[in-house]
């Protein structure tokens, strides 16, 4: 169990954790991120850009030493990033980054996805404009009294989770709020990319995942800032109207999105873990 702390007396009411913070929302009457938020899900974003380190965290795995591996540290040290510098991407470095793509481990050696790269602003804002649609027509169809059993029992594993969970409505609305004044689905980044194939076998999702996963480490060996944005790869996969804003075919499935840019904070410290669960099975 994660619990988060403001040391008040290193605390300088500074506001910087509350802009990074995905729900920007402070405690009441502080300028400081609300822990205790019901929809705080310890990112630690807050406990890493803080410049006073006044925020405390217990519950978590220290960070191990890496006796200087440069590749292990960077592991340890990358965060996603939803704050972008307003600082294009230069084509040579664009091109650089989607080329580590090439170099998955493809299911099968197949190799087939395709990357859609979208940097026009136009495009940018009717794309989100339509994710935001399409999560609020999810939202009004789930309240028709006849829809929500039907789903629960027709639905697959992510829409009865969704059903299941009380609060999963008041979270989309607070992720698609149409009153904040930035980008809440892209996070104005300058791009967006998204991976999709039409292939079914062997392992589309797995490839596509993978070589999102290249371009995101690459990116941050080269100082840009990434993140997965998963709100909206549901939706580009669901709704054709999505899709067809930037040219992807009802035949072809969305695996993976990600935004792309300069990261506009420095994270000061790196988070600790809650640690991940190894087993080891022995005859």
Known sequence: MITLRVNSERCADCGVCVEECPLHTPAPGTKHADHGHRFCDKCLHCYTVCPCGAIEADGLTPIAMTGGNALYDMFQSRR???YFKDAEIDEATLQTLLGSANYIPSGGN??????????????????????IRYYERTINMTRIPLVKPLLRIFGDGKVKAA????????????????DDKRDLVFYDAPAILVFHTAR???????????AAYNITLLA???GLGTCFVSLSQQALSADQRCRSLIGIAAK????????????LR??????????????????
Do not use: Q, W
Request: glycine content about 4%.
């Open 80 to 82: 996603s990033s939803r």
């Open 110 to 131: 197949a190799h087939e996805l395709v990357i859609t790269v979208v940097r026009d602003a136009g495009t940018k804002r009717r794309l989100r404009e339509a994710v």
């Open 163 to 178: 059903l299941g969970d009380k609060e999963f409505e008041a979270k989309i609305r607070n992720m698609i709020r149409r």
């Open 200 to 210: 079914l076998l062997p392992t589309p999702s797995e490839d596509c995942i993978l």
């Open 220 to 222: 941050e060996s080269l």
């Open 252 to 263: 072809e499935k969305v695996h993976a999105v990600l935004v792309l840019g300069y990261p």
């Open 266 to 283: 420095k994270h000061r410290r790196i988070a600790p873990r809650t640690g991940v669960i190894v087993r080891s099975v022995r005859n």
